[in-house]
């Protein structure tokens, strides 16, 4: 038992960190849908101007890129997730053990004075 100051502010801090990068791959997430998007849009549009055999090749290699990257995100995601509850769990435990010790200290003080 001890002083868990330090310890608790640090694991807030990850946990500050973590949540911004659970943000992070939700953005880049949405953002490869919106590339997705904009390349099937663009694959549509040239299938109505002219014959361009690359267009197809393009859009389905991203696609597919699309699909490997979404699979990464979602990993991801659930890694950061899973961090950050273990992380809260172990700073409940701090705060109470810290809450349990600086009261310790307190009382201690506290008798010191009545006995002087």
């Known amino acids: ?3 868990c100051c330090v310890k608790i502010r640090n694991c807030k801090h990850d946990i500050d960190v973590l949540n ?3 943000e992070y791959t939700r953005q880049l997430k949405s953002l490869d849908s919106d590339v ?3 390349l099937n849009t663009l ?3 040239y299938t109505t101007t002219f014959t361009v ?3 197809a090749t393009l859009v389905s290699e991203n696609n597919e890129l699309n699909d490997r990257l979404n699979k990464l995100f979602t990993q991801m995601n659930g890694r950061i997730k899973g961090q950050v509850v ?3 769990s172990d700073l409940r435990n701090m705060e109470s053990e810290d ?3 600086h009261r310790e200290q307190r009382e201690k003080h506290h008798h010191h004075h009545h006995n002087n």
């Open 86 to 88: 273990l992380l809260e």
């Open 99 to 101: 809450e349990a010790y």
């Open 1 to 3: 038992m001890g002083c």
């Open 43 to 45: 694959s549509r549009l």
């Open 36 to 38: 997705e998007e904009k």
């Open 53 to 55: 055999k690359n267009i």
């Open 20 to 22: 911004k990068c659970d």
